[in-house]
């Protein structure tokens, strides 16, 4: 009984009804440690060069790479969402996105989280 009841609070807890700890990140899907200069500029150069960074709400992986950036160098990537309105959807079936991130530069493409040194080399900068 006693392992029952300490189970409901615990579920109490996950749940919500323990006060909530405000978001650390601007808003939904946002990096949660401010960036560096170098990520911001990273960022930067990557939409520079014309790279476009496709990516969904709800995608663990797409969190991860946009983490690598930091929180302002998030903001900064060619992001293009591809679950959130019909004119993300369309870009992305346009472009043929089958994975989840998925970066294109080009004709390059590459599909997955890169490091920010793999993302340097791949772009050239």
Known sequence: MRRALWMLSLSGLLLGVAPQLPLRAGSLGDAVE??????IKLARDLKQA?????????CTHCFHQ???????GGREL???????DEAGKERCLE?????FPTW?????????????????????L
């Open 50 to 58: 014309g790279a476009i960074f496709y990516g969904a709400w709800w």
């Open 34 to 39: 401010p960036s560096t200069q170098a990520q």
């Open 66 to 72: 946009k983490n690598l950036f930091g929180t302002e």
């Open 104 to 124: 294109m530069l080009g004709e390059q493409r590459k599909e997955g989280v890169m490091t920010l040194e793999e993302l340097r080399a791949w772009a050239g």
């Open 95 to 99: 472009a043929g996105v089958r994975a």
């Open 78 to 84: 060619p992001y293009i969402e591809c679950a959130s």
